[in-house]
């Protein structure tokens, strides 16, 4: 029989990852991640090597790491060795079960009807609803209740990292499980794809029996389609065609529809003509919730242990700092998590410090200043920068003089007095008006709202 023996490529290919990551001042990175693993042996085009837990293959696995050595080994060996995972606890991660648990409860969950498309985590229940996301949700279960009928289209709008996704999938997978409808889900980037694909294919009726036969058609990303304007043509046609018959349609967007650029205005006009919803960033108590909720997961998911790992000092501290999103919150948390399981069994306040600091910009230390918010609002407003700082009292620049005002004392820590002086000499007093107005325009007007949110995270996104 033929042996095979790999173990010189990959040692190269650990070498050159670990190389790669101290260079990019990421060695904690590799440390984390590939330090942890053992060569075992070699067979035909495939290298075993073995990890320390279920919990760390997942990560492994979603990260792309994975992928990244296996990347590595084509690259150096010319061949495409593939990598086979066994689990083996080494001594640090001896006395904890998280391992077991998690095979066990992977086995009872495949059981579960699963629309092959969908990600069977994002489901109603484990989406926990703010007062950022409540109208939201509720419209994405009246329509998961109700499909065709309840409001159509419905466009989800929100940042990163704040449920689009989740909330879109889990209109599919509630209707799936309760219904025997057609439900197709896709991102518009891979409808463009597909789209191109049929066309070189010549099979464009193909595809366009495909999406026309949907009964609720889930498309996320829809920000994707700016300047495809073939895509755009084929997916206003496909919309007509199932808005016309009664079939539920479902867009996500990164930003008000308003703000997207090179989409034709009759695209525009199909995605906001029903219900449009906002995803917000969570306050501080939302926060703690979602990161409580996704703690009591993981503990049924893997091991009561868990929860001893995580103090609620530590969930606090997280729910202070990490402000911008609920994919940084749960990767925070999958930081300490995993850190627990690694190195350091309970994680103490000064881990959490060290381990998360510097990756996520906090607003203080952003260290925005008011001339950036003002060339922000004037760009988007499309005034001068002179007009926002003048005396001019037109209403086309008395608003966005006014949210500049606002967001300037949202995201610095000037006073009012220090706020004035920068808007050409006003007074606090004025400063004080402007920002009271603008805190009970943006209850009565969401798209106001909205827009404002938007800039604000333009303004902190040009800062990183
Ligand atoms: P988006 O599509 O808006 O970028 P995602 O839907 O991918 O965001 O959300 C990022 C991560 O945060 C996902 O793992 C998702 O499950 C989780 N998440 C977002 N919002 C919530 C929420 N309200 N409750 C629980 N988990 C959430
Ligand atoms: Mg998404």
Redesign the pocket.
């Known amino acids: 029989m033929a042996t095979w023996d790999y173990s010189l490529f990959w040692e190269e290919s650990i070498n050159q990852i670990k190389e790669k990551y101290t260079t990019e001042n990421k060695s904690s990175h590799f440390d984390m991640w590939f330090a942890q693993l053992a060569y075992k042996k070699s067979t035909e085009n495939k290298i075993e090597i073995s990890l320390p837990s279920q919990f760390f293959l997942d990560q492994f696995i979603i990260k792309n790491y994975k992928q990244e050595l296996e990347d590595k080994l084509l690259e150096i060996s010319g061949k495409n060795l593939k990598i086979d995972c066994i689990i083996e606890k080494n001594k640090i991660v001896n006395n904890n079960t998280f391992s077991e648990k998690n095979e066990q409860k992977k086995e009872e969950v495949k059981k579960i009807k699963k629309h092959p498309d969908l990600n069977a985590d994002?489901t109603f229940n484990?989406?926990?609803i703010g007062d950022n996301?409540s109208f939201a949700y509720n419209a994405a279960i009246a329509i998961s209740k109700n499909p065709g009928k309840a409001y159509n289209p419905i466009l989800i709008s929100?940042g990163?990292?704040?449920?689009?996704?989740?909330l879109i999938q889990a209109i599919g997978n509630e209707s799936y499980k309760n219904n025997n409808l057609k439900i197709i889900y896709i991102t518009a980037e891979n409808f463009t794809n597909e789209f191109i694909q049929s066309l070189n294919n010549k099979t464009p009726q193909k595809f366009k029996n495909k999406y026309r036969s949907a009964d609720i058609l889930l498309i996320d990303d829809i920000h994707f389609l700016q300047n495809k304007d073939g895509t755009q043509e084929e997916l206003f046609h496909t919309f007509n065609a199932l808005y016309d018959s009664y079939k539920q349609i479902v867009f996500?967007c990164d930003r008000p529809v308003s703000e997207l650029k090179n989409i034709t205005d009759r695209l525009k006009n199909r995605f906001e003509r029903g219900l449009n919803v906002d995803?917000f960033p969570p306050n501080y108590e939302t926060r703690r919730a979602?990161l409580e909720?996704k703690l009591t997961h993981l503990k049924t998911k893997m091991s009561p242990d868990i929860i001893n790992c995580i103090p609620p000092e530590v969930i606090d501290y997280i729910a202070q700092n990490v402000e911008t999103n609920?994919?940084d919150l749960?990767s925070s948390l999958t930081k300490m998590i995993a850190y627990a399981e690694l190195v350091e069994n309970k994680i103490t306040l000064e881990i959490a410090q060290q381990q998360l600091k510097g990756r996520f910009l906090l607003n203080d230390t952003l260290n925005i200043n008011i001339d950036i918010i003002q060339r922000n609002v004037a760009n988007e407003y499309n005034i001068s920068l002179a007009d926002i700082k003048g005396k001019k009292r037109t209403k086309t620049v008395t608003l966005p003089r006014q949210i500049a005002m606002y967001i300037a004392q949202q995201l610095t820590e000037y006073s009012t007095t220090e706020i004035g002086i920068e808007f050409g000499g006003r007074d606090h007093t004025t400063v004080m008006h402007s920002c009271q107005k603008i805190n009970q325009l943006i209850v009565t007007d969401p798209k106001l709202n909205s827009k404002i949110q938007y800039i604000i995270k333009t303004i902190k996104e040009n800062k990183k």
Do not use: A, D
Request: no cysteine; aromatic share 10%; proline share 0%.
């Open positions: 994002y484990s989406f926990v996301s929100g990163v990292g704040l449920g689009k996704t989740h996500t995803l979602i909720t609920v994919r749960e």
